[in-house]
């Protein structure tokens, strides 16, 4: 399988985030992408750089006020204070209910507010870019689909499916997921299908393609009346507009088994089989591994092989995208089993 990484993935290596109200290590690291690149070359798949330039279908998956703050926040950051160099900016309030959203503040810990959901998705000098070349990674891997690959993988980092259309979020700056499927639908894909296994409910995603009919979007996660992000990712959400029919959450117990989630997944499965895709992308989060150290799922090595076979037999041109995933040392590994499923 052919695999696009992010060469600028450390670039974005924030020091801290904050959890209850604490600053805590960040859970997000440079490592985890450097894990997972070793297990694929040690697993023999050989390695690109991406070719793309993403900045098309961003402009079509996120709103411009929100990509030109991402693109200049740190020098926002540092014209506030040149001693802020040292230090990571958090956001301390944000426009909810009947706050407007409208009108972007002149301080700059607001507009942080504005574009954030949460203030655990810590910035720091090399976040741009390190985001930006992850979107140019998840652009290459779908191009190449579209130029005759049957399946690629991208391997990026800082993930991507909590950021929405003008917010950041859960460790997420650019949705590279959406920016995948944009790209599939701008190359003639007429259909696309984005499953999200990921532990997190993939509300970026989600609320990007909620009143589209043309990507369909699936997901199975712990149920967000316990687990983060909390605020979407229920049953109920199905759709909206030209999009009612086309949102499909199957949202599971904290703590569920094994065979609960492959119950979940066949679901998802039918689904997407349904709708005719002409392609997939999954949002590949491996933080549904039993050893992860923020979810609560229970899925073993081999489980990630069977995640990659029953994803071969929906039989369709695919691209994986990573997400999370936190027990950074087995990350690799179960990122090589699933492609090992796939490719079997
Ligand atoms: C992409 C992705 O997986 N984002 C997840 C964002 C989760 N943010 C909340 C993390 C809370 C950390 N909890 C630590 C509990 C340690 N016992
Ligand atoms: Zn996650």
Redesign the pocket.
Known sequence: MLIFVNPLQASHQPRDEI?RGNRVPC?ETPRRAAFVEDALRASGHAVRAPGIDSAVALGQVHAPRYLDFLRTAWAQWLALDAANAGEQPFPSVWPVRTLRSDVEPLNFTARLGLYSMDN?SPLCAGTWVAAKAGADAAASAAHALLKGEQATFCATRP?G??AGPDFMG???FLNNAAVAAQVLRNGGAARVAVLDV???HGNGTQSIFYERADVLFVSIHGDPRTE?PFYLGHDDETGAGEGAGFNLNLPLPAGSSAAAWFGALDAACERIARQGADALVVSL?L?TFAGD??STFKLQADDFTRLGARLKALGLPTVFIL??GYAAAELGHNAVRVLRGFDA
């Open positions: 959890f859970f655990g993930p499916h909590h859960g460790y997420c990921d532990y997190h983060y989060g933080d150290p923020i997400e999370g």
